[in-house]
């Protein structure tokens, strides 16, 4: 069973760092592109970065272009999400999702909330 | 920037009838593979997104045939028949031709 475990969450203070993770299990982890998604309270989704199988290609949307870093640890089976100088306007909830054809399998996300 | 604009935003419906969800982008979906990557997610409340369609018209694992997705170049459709309770939620459409953009949204309720 396909299993992704996002953790790292939790209130920042804006201007400070963060650190996600997602672990995942159930499939080659090295095999799959990876991707972070975010959904502000009551809002909808928001991609916000991709990283392929072997990290060669990564890309951002341009609201954390400069701001976030994405990477993943394939011996370890785990995506991360390096988040800097934070604003209010990143408060969150994060989820990362698998990349096959589609994003095919979502975890159930971790909340990230900036404010002083 | 490719922009998916998906209406309507709000879509009341009875039991057992059908929906019909659109979503148009601002550029054509079709990769230089020939290929189109255009999916269907439906949230139910306090979940996470579950994917639907994929690649327009194919339905993931475990999908009823209920669902049904169609449309080419920059218009697209997702067609639920015979809603039922379980259907009910946010349903959002997403482009991955050109990095990834979701739609607005639409939230599926009962009328």
């Known amino acids: 069973e396909v299993q992704l475990v996002e953790s790292g969450g939790g209130l920042v203070q804006p201007g400070r760092s963060l650190k996600l993770s997602c672990l995942a299990s159930?499939?080659?982890?090295?095999?799959?592109?990876m991707n972070w998604i975010r959904q502000a309270p009551g809002k909808g989704l928001e991609w916000v970065a991709s990283i392929s199988s072997s990290s060669s290609y990564i890309y951002y949307a341009d609201t954390v272009k400069g701001r976030f870093t994405i990477s993943r640890d394939n011996a370890k089976n785990t995506l991360y999400l390096q988040m800097t100088s934070l604003r209010s306007e990143d408060t969150a909830l994060y989820y990362c999702?698998?990349?096959?054809?589609?994003?095919?399998?979502w975890g159930q996300g971790v909340m990230v909330t900036v404010s002083s | 920037d490719v922009v998916m604009t998906q209406t309507p935003v709000s879509l009341p419906v009875s039991l057992g009838g059908q929906a019909s969800i659109s979503c148009r982008s601002s550029?054509?979906?079709?990769?230089?593979?020939?290929?189109?990557?255009l999916h269907w997610y439906l949230q139910k409340p306090g979940q996470s997104p579950q994917l639907l369609i994929y690649r327009v018209s194919n339905r993931f694992s475990g999908v009823p045939d209920r669902f049904s997705g169609s449309g080419s170049g920059t218009d697209f459709t997702l067609k639920i028949s015979r809603v039922e309770p379980e259907d009910l939620g946010d349903y959002y459409c997403l482009q991955s031709t050109h990095f990834r953009t979701f739609g607005g949204g639409t939230k599926l309720e009962l009328k």
């Open positions: 550029q054509s979906l079709v990769h230089s593979n020939g290929n189109t990557y």
């Open positions: 999702a698998r990349q096959a054809v589609a994003l095919d399998y």
């Open positions: 159930g499939f080659t982890f090295s095999n799959y592109g």
